[in-house]
């Protein structure tokens, strides 16, 4: 079993910043591949980045150029560096790790609220 806590979402201005955390505890030996996913009112959750656990990274063409993901593995913490944030990227914003051992399986965060103001 993998825990998965997020935190640093909050309230913030059009063109402003935030860092959004995961940490994750538990078996987090078998994980891979750490995603950020998020959810906005009366949508779909959608992809936002992902992060191998070699590094390898993808984004949403919405938020290239301006999220960055990265993964601390000695902390088992993934991070969400947000820039230039705009009113469209409110939503909840959630973790997900994928754990490889015989089997494979997906573990999410509870999440957390980025709100934007124009």
């Known amino acids: 079993q993998v825990q998965l806590v997020e935190s640093g979402g909050g309230l913030v201005q059009a063109g402003g910043s935030l860092r959004l955390s995961c940490a994750a505890s538990?078996?987090?030996?078998?994980?891979?591949?750490m995603t950020w996913y998020r959810q906005a009112p009366g949508k779909e959750r959608e992809l936002v980045a992902t992060?191998?656990?070699?590094?390898?990274?993808n984004y949403a063409d919405s938020v290239k150029d301006r999220f960055t993901i990265s993964r601390d593995n000695a902390k088992n913490t993934l991070y969400l560096q947000m820039k230039s944030l705009k009113p469209e990227d409110t939503a909840v914003y959630y973790c997900?790790?994928?754990?490889?051992?015989?089997?494979?399986?997906?573990?999410w965060g509870q999440g957390t609220q980025v709100t934007v103001s124009s």
């Open positions: 992060i191998t656990s070699a590094g390898s990274t």
């Open positions: 997900n790790a994928v754990c490889k051992t015989w089997s494979v399986a997906d573990y």
């Open positions: 538990g078996r987090t030996i078998c994980i891979s591949a």
